[in-house]
């Protein structure tokens, strides 16, 4: 599994004094990011050393280091880059469903499917973005906090534009929704990868997009309870 980098600069965010935004896009980079997000995975955070990651990665233990100051470094910069490539798919999902003449409902389901694509390239990353939700001790949780908003800021405006066009009622919670939202296709997914392999990603995104016109799409009705 893949995860691109999004770059960030400094040696504040783990990366070398000095390097330039091209060394903080290089392959080993990634290929840290990969061997940590597989490792953390199978066996947890604690039990990884970052002798295993360079093992994995290919690279010498120096190397995790030059990149990032120490491991808890490393996994905030994967979670980060990780859900923020996810805000992004999300983010596009919506646009090209406007731009094609879509409704904000449209949208919003372009946006279930483009997360589980995300999921089923990055089950393992979900995963770990998951089980972190339910952590408050770790010394990311701001970053987590942080990347978590971005996330759920791109649903939430699109349940926006959708209140404001009237397709919406405007009694609408829109952060509780967007958070079920993102929750559902999230907690959803990783069912649908652990216990459901078989089923095609078009059953389970027609499933929840039933969900998603029942409940939240109304022609601006609020959905019965």
């Known amino acids: 599994m893949s995860v691109p980098q999004v770059s960030r ?12 935004p091209g060394a903080r896009r290089t392959p080993t980079r990634r290929r840290l990011f990969d061997a940590a997000v597989t490792l953390i995975a199978e066996q947890g ?4 050393t970052v002798d295993e990651i360079a093992d994995r990665a290919g690279v010498a233990k120096g190397t995790v280091y030059y990149n990032f100051a120490s ?3 490393l996994y905030e910069e994967l979670l980060r880059d990780g859900i923020d490539l996810l805000a992004d798919s999300l983010r596009q999902a919506a646009d090209s469903a406007t731009a094609r003449g879509g409704t904000r409902i449209d949208a919003l389901d372009a946006m ?3 997360g589980l694509d995300f999921i089923a390239c990055s089950p393992a990353l979900i995963q770990l973005y998951v089980a972190e939700l339910w952590r408050t001790n770790r010394t990311w949780r701001a970053t987590l906090t942080s990347v978590r908003g971005r996330a759920q800021s791109v649903v939430e405006a699109v349940l ?8 919406l009622s405007g009694e609408l919670d829109i952060p509780l ?19 459901q392999p078989d089923r095609s990603v078009e059953e389970v995104h027609a499933a929840l997009s039933r969900l998603l ?7 601006g009705q609020a959905a019965p309870a």
């Not at 600069?9 to 330039?20: E, F, I, K, V, Y």
């Open 213 to 219: 016109q029942g409940r939240v799409g109304g022609g």
């Open 71 to 73: 491991k808890n470094v």
């Open 112 to 114: 279930i499917r483009a």
């Open 177 to 195: 929704t967007a958070s079920a939202l993102l929750g559902m296709v999230l907690v959803a997914a990783l069912d649908w990868q652990s216990f």
């Open 45 to 48: 955070f604690s039990a990884t």
């Open 9 to 20: 600069g400094g040696a504040g965010d783990g990366t070398a004094p000095g390097a330039s």
């Open 160 to 167: 926006r534009e959708a209140v404001e066009a009237g397709e």
